[in-house]
């Protein structure tokens, strides 16, 4: 069965250092990742996908993630934090082909950015 | 662009009574599902539908009933509210099939259960 564990509910970083999230999958078959973003009083939005083409994923907003095989790891990164980068980030992966039709969310990971 | 709207976005309810969560998009997705939002767990899924007339359970079904009549419209019923259900409901929506889609998320709606 697919799964995701998120590792740290909660990250605190000074604004203009960098940010790292991260993210482990387990997964029979090849796996899709995708991150997602929640803003305070939203609903979640995604900010990038791994779908198998090339391993460093860049998203929206600076961020980029890097799907590593051998470490089964999808962490999300940002060099240099933004005030407006404060939310909450879901790891997720998808189901295998022919499977039905569920996304499977961590248990996201808020992040704090100091000034 | 409304994309997907969820009513109410606030709702208090006494233990026993018994409401409905309104879903909407306007993205002609086939996909829709319902997720609760409760800290330190995540996201979890209630139940889905891959189109109109079909539906099916997540993870956590149990005191909740859906339907599909149009592709618009996925509402969900909470048939006797229980304290254990005050969480933040998302309705989401996306064009099939889910693997390698983008999800659209409502703002969500707020429940509590006295």
């Known amino acids: 069965a697919q799964s995701v564990t998120q590792l740290g509910s909660h990250v605190s970083v000074s604004e203009g250092a960098l940010v790292l999230l991260r993210c482990n999958y387990s997964?029979?078959?090849?796996?899709?990742l995708f991150w997602y973003v929640q803003y305070p009083n939203q609903g979640l939005q995604l900010l990038l996908k791994?779908?198998?083409?090339?391993?460093l994923v860049k998203g929206i907003n600076g961020f980029e993630a890097e799907f590593k095989k051998s470490e089964t790891s999808f962490h999300l990164t940002k060099p240099s934090a933004h005030m407006s980068d404060a939310a909450e980030y879901f790891c997720a992966v998808s189901p295998p082909p022919g499977n039905t039709d569920k996304l499977i969310f961590g248990t996201g990971t808020r992040l704090q950015v100091f000034p | 662009n409304a994309g997907v709207t969820q009513t109410p976005k606030f709702q208090v309810l006494k233990t026993g009574q018994s409401m409905t969560l309104q879903c909407a998009q306007d993205?002609?997705?086939?996909?829709m599902s319902w997720y609760r939002q409760d800290p330190g767990m995540g996201l979890r899924l209630i139940h889905y539908?891959?189109?109109?007339?079909?539906?099916d359970q997540g993870e956590v079904p149990n005191g909740y009933n859906v339907s599909r009549s149009t592709t618009e419209d996925f509402p969900l019923r909470l048939l006797s509210a229980a304290p254990s259900q005050t969480s933040v409901y998302f309705c989401?929506?996306?064009?099939?099939?889910?693997?390698?889609?983008?999800?659209?998320f409502g703002e969500g709606s707020r429940l509590t259960v006295l």
């Open positions: 791994y779908t198998s083409a090339a391993t």
């Open positions: 539908s891959v189109g109109a007339g079909i539906t």
């Open positions: 993205m002609n997705h086939e996909y």
């Open positions: 997964s029979s078959v090849p796996p899709y």
């Open positions: 989401a929506s996306q064009l099939a099939p889910v693997r390698t889609g983008e999800l659209f």
